[in-house]
């Protein structure tokens, strides 16, 4: 029998403390109406931003022998959506869980390995060539500006005009992806502003969502946003609804997190502001690029 609601394959690590990848995706995406079915990459007692001497177990071993069982089970998914990957092995088990997809499924990637131009530790030259090939399977790719310059081989830029941030976006979806979504994109002559970027191969058209800037920095704030979108497209929503919706959201969760005097290294309180994603969409921000 059918599924009566969308089932969707998280390949993400698992942190005990701190709200970043399963334990932001999973309550997400289960608020927004989607089973999640999580294949975890690796358990660690915090997530990696800020906590110092984190314990870290790989699970790139299991990752295969669950997916194993999820095969002679038959299950299927109507997306696929991977986050943090710390091997070649792990990218090559998104892709055979990409394979699981029903017809017409989603296969998410955010290609995570940096941020305000600089890699992470874990994400070396071989990593990120490897990545290069797995943003080519996907439907819909999530990077931010760093990563888009990872993925294209370019220097971190500073500043980019709308002409060169569409030139980069169409650079990106030639290498397979449909959907691209590149989020902090620095907004010329605006420092407390940046955008997020967005174009579907298939009409063409060019989208942009402004976000304020507050003075704090959240980890776990793109697990948080690609979730919002995931779930807002597998509701049916399109892809500038889907945009409004996540940057609206995140901004929403910054804000009220920002009030209360705790360490911002923890996450946003995303408890408090869960319930909003169930409130209709009342007004929109989104913009066609011309």
């Given at each position: 029998?059918?599924?009566?609601?969308?089932?969707?394959?998280?390949?993400?690590?698992?942190?005990?403390?701190?709200?970043?990848?399963?334990?932001?995706?999973?309550?997400?995406?289960?608020?927004?109406?989607?089973?999640?079915?999580?294949?975890?990459?690796?358990?660690?007692?915090?997530?990696?931003?800020?906590?110092?001497?984190?314990?870290?177990?790989?699970?790139?071993?299991?990752?295969?022998?669950?997916?194993?069982?999820?095969?002679?089970?038959?299950?299927?998914?109507?997306?696929?959506?991977?986050?943090?990957?710390?091997?070649?092995?792990?990218?090559?088990?998104?892709?055979?869980?990409?394979?699981?997809?029903?017809?017409?499924?989603?296969?998410?990637?955010?290609?995570?390995?940096?941020?305000?131009?600089?890699?992470?530790?874990?994400?070396?030259?071989?990593?990120?060539?490897?990545?290069?090939?797995?943003?080519?399977?996907?439907?819909?790719?999530?990077?931010?500006?760093?990563?888009?310059?990872?993925?294209?081989?370019?220097?971190?830029?500073?500043?980019?005009?709308?002409?060169?941030?569409?030139?980069?976006?169409?650079?990106?979806?030639?290498?397979?992806?449909?959907?691209?979504?590149?989020?902090?994109?620095?907004?010329?002559?605006?420092?407390?502003?940046?955008?997020?970027v967005a174009r579907d191969r298939a009409d063409g058209r060019f989208w942009k969502?402004?976000?304020?800037?507050?003075?704090?920095?959240?980890?776990?704030?793109?697990?948080?946003?690609?979730?919002?979108?995931?779930?807002?497209?597998?509701?049916?929503?399109?892809?500038?609804?889907?945009?409004?919706?996540?940057?609206?959201?995140?901004?929403?969760?910054?804000?009220?997190?920002?009030?209360?005097?705790?360490?911002?290294?923890?996450?946003?309180?995303?408890?408090?502001?869960?319930?909003?994603?169930?409130?209709?969409?009342?007004?929109?921000?989104?913009?066609?690029?011309?």
């Amino acid at each position: 029998m059918q599924c009566p609601v969308p089932r969707l394959a998280a390949v993400h690590d698992l942190s005990g403390f701190g709200r970043a990848s399963l334990t932001v995706v999973i309550p997400v995406l289960s608020t927004m109406g989607v089973q999640v079915c999580p294949l975890p990459t690796a358990v660690l007692s915090t997530h990696t931003g800020g906590f110092g001497d984190f314990r870290f177990h790989d699970l790139t071993g299991h990752m295969r022998n669950m997916l194993a069982h999820w095969r002679e089970l038959e299950v299927s998914f109507d997306a696929v959506y991977s986050g943090f990957l710390g091997s070649p092995e792990q990218m090559e088990t998104v892709r055979e869980t990409i394979g699981c997809l029903r017809p017409g499924g989603l296969a998410v990637v955010d290609p995570v390995m940096g941020d305000d131009g600089r890699a992470y530790s874990t994400m070396g030259p071989k990593m990120i060539e490897r990545m290069r090939g797995l943003v080519g399977e996907a439907d819909m790719i999530t990077p931010n500006l760093t990563e888009a310059a990872f993925l294209l081989d370019e220097p971190y830029p500073s500043q980019l005009n709308g002409e060169q941030m569409k030139e980069w976006v169409c650079r990106l979806s030639e290498m397979g992806p449909r959907t691209v979504i590149v989020t902090g994109v620095p907004v010329s002559g605006r420092s407390r502003l940046s955008s997020v970027v967005a174009r579907d191969r298939a009409d063409g058209r060019f989208w942009k969502v402004d976000c304020s800037y507050m003075p704090a920095y959240y980890p776990g704030t793109g697990d948080t946003f690609t979730s919002v979108i995931v779930g807002s497209l597998l509701q049916g929503d399109s892809l500038p609804l889907a945009l409004d919706r996540a940057v609206e959201f995140v901004s929403m969760a910054i804000r009220a997190s920002f009030g209360y005097d705790i360490p911002s290294r923890e996450g946003i309180l995303l408890e408090k502001v869960l319930g909003n994603l169930r409130a209709p969409v009342t007004s929109s921000s989104y913009e066609m690029m011309e």
